[in-house]
């Protein structure tokens, strides 16, 4: 079954440390890989995705992810940590020959970024 | 979050009655879904919308009926629901030439 793994439930950082949030997935062929983060009462915002090509994308607001096919991991991260970074993140992959289109997501990992 | 917009942000509802959520997506996509997030679980993808035809039911109750009269609307009818569909529900589109979605803000609802 295709599954994607966010093996941490919350991730506790300093401000202005580096940040890594986990993922894992199991899919079959070269699947689509992103990362979507959740404020409190507000829908899924996108950060990033990769396709194809180099295996560190940038997103926004600092964000970036690296994808290890070996280890089939795509892990999200950030340089300095900001306060305001705090909130729910989630991992997920679509299969490109899926023509639902449809996300299988990952649990989700709640960051907290302390003053 | 203005590209995707969902009404109402909140509701509350008996068993017994009927209601119906809103989604509309003003990006010019072609795919619209709806999802249920719950609390200490995964994101559920409910349904998909291809080019207002619907490609995907994961084996969702009946209780739950989906309409999508064009590519930019998008309804979920709700009747008989169990105090077990209070949740987050979440409208996303997408264009098939990029694979990310865009959700809405979601309706929380309160089935009583």
């Known amino acids: 079954a295709q599954s994607v793994a966010q093996p941490e439930d919350q991730v506790n950082v300093a401000e202005g440390n580096p940040l890594t949030v986990k993922c894992t997935y199991s899919v079959s062929g070269n699947p689509y890989l992103f990362w979507y983060v959740q404020y409190p009462n507000r829908g899924l915002q996108f950060l990033l995705k990769y396709i194809t090509g180099d295996n560190l994308v940038k997103g926004s607001y600092g964000f970036e992810a690296e994808f290890n096919k070996s280890q089939t991991s795509f892990h999200l991260k950030k340089p300095s940590a900001l306060v305001s970074d705090s909130a729910l993140y989630f991992c997920?992959?679509?299969?490109?020959?899926?023509?639902?289109?449809?996300?299988?997501f990952g649990s989700g990992t709640r960051l907290l970024v302390r003053p | 979050e203005t590209g995707v917009t969902q009404t109402p942000r909140h509701l509350v509802m008996g068993m017994t009655n009927k209601k119906s959520l809103k989604c509309e997506q003003h990006l010019g996509h072609n795919a619209m879904y709806w999802y249920k997030q719950s609390a200490k679980k995964p994101l559920e993808l409910m349904f998909v919308?291809?080019?207002?035809?619907?490609?995907e039911n994961n084996s969702v109750p009946s209780r739950f009926s989906p309409e999508c009269p064009n590519s930019s609307h998008l309804f979920l009818h709700l009747h008989t629901l169990q105090p077990e569909d209070s949740a987050l529900y979440l409208c996303?589109?997408?264009?098939?030439?990029?694979?990310?979605?865009?959700f809405g803000p979601g309706t929380r609802l309160t089935v009583t």
């Open positions: 997920a992959v679509r299969l490109p020959m899926d023509s639902s289109y449809k996300l299988i």
């Open positions: 996303a589109s997408s264009q098939e030439a990029a694979p990310e979605q865009y």
């Open positions: 919308y291809n080019f207002k035809e619907q490609t």
